[in-house]
């Protein structure tokens, strides 16, 4: 719950009541590598903070293929937000691409805070856009050479190399397990 309380404080202050309000809401939740925090055709159900692992989102396309379309790390917020707050079906899935440790909060708790701690709203908007921008993305430019997107995402997911299959880094750069192998042999 440090982690949590930490994060949360990035974004504004809270007093020591607020926060063991706060902390009274969450729950702890394991998730094993593979194992989904929501599906698509699913309404998201809960707000998840990762202490521990890597969550990737991902989505089938037109052809069945799966695609990887972002990687979220630790001491970030992990939910498909706006269909979170719509109460509408995900299109995407969030998937735990490790083992992984989470504080989450259900949605009737989430709105608690809201309807309880004065300014709330207010840190949970920045968070809430933090989260936005974590998962819009970073896409590497297909019209780029495989070597530069792969090179691109070793320097912005410095500690994801090792950690995560190359199958979902190989889906996140649009190549083949092949090809991303030989880059990866030639970088060397």
Do not use: H
Request: charged residues 20%; hydrophobic residues 35%; aromatic residues 10%.
């Amino acid at each position: 719950m440090k982690e949590l309380i930490e994060y949360i404080l990035q974004f504004g202050n809270l007093n020591k009541q607020q926060i063991d309000f706060i902390t009274g809401k969450a729950t702890e939740l394991n998730l094993q590598k593979d194992a989904y925090f929501s599906e698509a055709t699913k309404i998201p159900k809960q707000v998840g903070f990762i202490v521990e692992g890597i969550i990737r989102g991902c989505y089938y396309n037109n052809k069945g293929e799966e695609i990887t379309r972002c990687f979220i790390g630790e001491n970030n917020l992990v939910v498909d937000y706006v269909n979170f707050e719509a109460n509408t079906a995900s299109s995407e899935y969030l998937q735990a691409a490790t083992n992984c440790k989470l504080v989450v909060f259900s949605k009737q708790n989430w709105e608690e805070l809201s309807n309880t701690i004065v300014g709330w709203d207010n840190i949970k908007n920045k968070m809430v856009q933090k989260c936005l921008i974590m998962k819009s993305r970073k896409s590497p430019v297909i019209s780029q050479d495989a070597t530069t997107r792969y090179l691109e995402f070793m320097e912005n997911y410095p500690s994801l190399i090792n950690r995560v299959p190359l199958a979902y880094i190989s889906s996140y750069l649009g190549v083949t397990q092949q090809s991303l192998s030989r880059i990866r042999k030639n970088i060397r």
